[in-house]
DNA sequence: GTTCCGCATGAATCGATAG
DNA sequence: ACTATCGATTCATGCGGAA
């Protein structure tokens, strides 16, 4: 089953060129956020949106050569405004995407319930990014019985609440059922959850900002992978893809370009899981690690 | 101001035909569901994926002339399964939208607290669709005012607060029929909604099954026009788009295929508003009107 | 040990000001 | 004219300290 690859390691560097040194076919899910067009200017450059599906297509390329063929590839994205108008990268991403022979398979939107404050004339506060479901082939693996959700609480009170909830904001309360353990339900009843997230972006932590919360790759790599399964996330800032998939018993590989991003996930890594860590390597910051 | 235009109606016959006799700019409001590719193949022959977008691209550009310059075109669409995937219709319509001249100023999602059950190997149930805020300028009209909502917390902190309790309970009973009126929450703790809507789709019409509840056109015709203010649904079905106007003191033009529609939109609009219904005129279908 | 309140913090966006 | 920077706007969340 091809070459031996090294897991629980995040690479320092820039993912066109770390992503080639990984071989065929070895990873069972990406997830990844990508820096969005003009956003990390100090790191990625900042690249332009004109530029951008130019500059993202050798990187999905990439992930498509590393990623088994039934694995999955979840893409959170989110159209900036440019110029008073949503731009149109994304869309173009998709197609351009396709036509590498991607399969767009599902989009799935995730409900960011508390988004960033704001006021303008011409809209309102965004509240959704897009996750869109790429795979290389129409059978893929996907095991929906993981994430599936308490009935009853939150989804019947809501249908009952008509004449409270109709163009009243989601209720602050219903927790979605995301990121719930299953086993915490036990004896309840169990559906299958929609393709919307409820999920609110983790703001309070001062040591790093993620871009978006530990439960959501959780949700996706419960959904799309067993345990020991491999993860993959190019763009790892603070970690929260690899946290997720340590928490899950799953292996992951982590590449990122800012070095001190690195030992912050790392820590962070450490903190909460000391022995698995321990055996893991990150290239380019052994020093890192003395710290604890 | 150009030529007087008839109201409140709903014209007989298709889109790319009825569009063409209206004036320049005298629409304040679009919003509008049209067939998804490959549905209604009774009625619009079902538009394969491939033909869609140069399909309705005709009808858009009708729809951009008789738009005002300060007017708003809420288009609510979805992208269908085609063989496994996510059809690529939609983005390729937005794309050749916007070659037209169009602006693509906001993107709403709406969030189907109750979608369409089922079950299937590789997805899971769609709760959510597109509704695209397009633009014929950067500067159009929006009363953001007319569209708050309480605070996230707000049930909370009344809940806590029992002379304030009562109050509220009061105020929701009288008004529990439809829409929620900015004036029940006024006193405090209203803020802006986001650009997600949490909106339960209306269950089993015995007649039709309306494609969007009663709910989502009141809401963007709240945001977007004033009482007396155009609204035109190009693919009215079974009226929904008209009851919201009419609801709201707007004036509607609505455009129908089928006949039977048109009979049903007529006999509710009129059961609802027998007074102003009954000085509208409904193009070939004057013998209806007579059943009540 | 609870509950409550204050406060910092966000993948934001617009419009004005400055170079 | 065109780009870069900056202040104003705004609210859900979770932490820490206080009662």
Chains 1, 2 share one sequence.
């Not at 303008?120 to 795979?135: I, Q």
């Not at 690195?262 to 962070?268: E, T």
Request: hydrophobic share 35%; charged share 30%; proline share 5%.
């Amino acid at each position: 089953m091809g070459k031996q690859i090294e897991t629980n390691i995040i690479h320092h560097g820039d993912c066109r060129r770390i992503l080639q040194t990984l071989p065929d076919e070895c990873v069972d899910l990406i997830v990844t956020s990508p820096p969005y067009a003009d956003r990390r200017k100090h790191t990625y450059g900042g690249v332009p949106p004109d530029e951008y599906v130019g500059w993202f297509l050798p990187i999905t390329a990439e992930l498509r050569r590393v990623l088994k063929p039934e694995g999955s590839f979840i893409l959170n994205i989110k159209e900036r405004v440019v110029d008073g108008e949503r731009g149109t990268y994304v869309m173009e991403l998709v197609l351009a995407m396709r036509k590498q022979g991607w399969l767009w398979t599902e989009e799935y939107c995730w409900h960011k319930k508390n988004c960033y404050p704001g006021k303008w004339p011409n809209r309102f506060r965004d509240a959704w990014e897009h996750c869109y479901h790429l795979t290389k082939q129409k059978e893929f693996k996907m095991f929906q019985e993981a994430v599936m959700v308490p009935m009853g609480d939150w989804a019947e009170k809501r249908l009952k609440n008509l004449s409270k909830t109709d163009l009243v904001r989601d209720e602050s309360r219903s927790k979605s059922g995301f990121g719930k353990r299953v086993a915490n339900w036990i004896g309840r009843d169990l559906v299958y959850p929609t393709n919307v997230l409820h999920l609110a972006t983790e703001v309070s932590n001062k040591n790093h900002s993620a871009v978006f919360p530990l439960e959501l790759p959780m949700w996706f790599i419960r959904l799309f992978t067993q345990k020991g399964d491999l993860v993959l996330d190019p763009f790892m800032g603070s970690g929260t893809t690899a946290r997720a998939a340590v928490k899950l018993d799953r292996k992951y590989v982590g590449i990122e370009l800012q070095q001190e991003y690195i030992g912050l996930a790392n820590r962070v890594l450490q903190a909460e899981q000391p022995a698995l860590i321990a055996e893991s390597k990150t290239a380019y910051s052994v020093k890192k690690r003395k710290k604890r």
